[in-house]
Nanobody, 121 residues
């Protein structure tokens, strides 16, 4: 079974940094892309960043370009999201998922449980 476990969330002041981790198992890690998504209260889930684990190509939402960096360690089957220069509007529950693109197209079983990121002003 696919398992994704996020960690690294927390409370940080604006301008600070956090590093999220997504430990993956149950599938051939190298063959898939992993996406980070977030959902703030009252808002729809949105894509933040994505990495293809085989060729390490990456994508970012415009709102996080230049501040967030996605990476992956294929030996550890873990994806990371380094978040710098955090803003209050980055406050959300952050999820990783197997796949990228529209969150509505990713099956329920391909998601982690989420980790809360709160940025205080």
């Amino acid at each position: 079974d696919v398992q994704l476990v996020e960690s690294g969330g927390g409370l940080v002041q604006a301008g600070g940094s956090l590093r999220l981790s997504c430990a993956a198992s149950g599938f051939t890690f190298d063959d898939y892309a992993i996406g980070w998504f977030r959902q703030a209260p009252g808002k729809e889930r949105e894509g933040v960043s994505c990495i293809a684990n085989r060729d390490k190509s990456t994508r970012y939402a415009d709102s996080v370009k230049g501040r967030f960096t996605i990476s992956s360690d294929n030996a550890k089957t873990t994806v990371y999201l380094q978040m710098n220069s955090l803003k209050p509007e980055d406050t959300a529950v952050y999820y990783c998922a197997v796949g990228c693109g529209s969150s509505s197209l990713i099956p329920h079983d391909y998601w982690g449980q989420g980790t809360q990121v709160t940025v205080s002003s």
